[in-house]
């Protein structure tokens, strides 16, 4: 019996990733069928989904993945400031934010 634990224990990360691509597909279609929606709105959708996979791994007991996170974070920054009007540079920011999560991580690996 403990190794089938063990073996679905293994399996929730892939089942996560699989209902958040599910997610994203369901998000997708359903947007596409609303018009006049703002712009942003599908890039705030893909943050708010990101982010709350990482809510669901983190109640679940797992590791958060922090290029989700960081993913997650600009999307739904950039996602926001399309549809209040205001230009978020998403791009440069998630550069920007991924060097620093790549140096975060060297410094904490070493301790």
């Not at 089942?15 to 703002?38: C, K, N, Q, V």
């Not at 705030?44 to 990101?50: Q, R, Y």
């Not at 922090?66 to 600009?74: A, E, K, M």
């Amino acid at each position: 019996m403990g190794m089938a634990t063990n073996m679905a224990e293994r399996d929730i990360p892939s089942r996560i990733d699989a209902i958040g691509w599910g997610l994203l597909f369901l998000m997708t279609g359903t947007l596409a069928l609303i018009p006049g929606l703002p712009d942003g709105t599908w890039l705030a959708g893909l943050g708010i989904l990101l982010l709350g996979l990482t809510g669901g791994r983190l109640i679940l007991g797992l590791a958060p993945e922090w290029f989700t996170v960081i993913l997650g974070s600009v999307a739904l920054l950039a996602g926001l400031g399309g549809m209040i009007g205001v230009a978020v540079p998403g791009f440069a920011l998630l550069l920007i934010l991924c060097g620093l999560a790549v140096i975060a991580g060297q410094l904490v690996r070493g301790r």
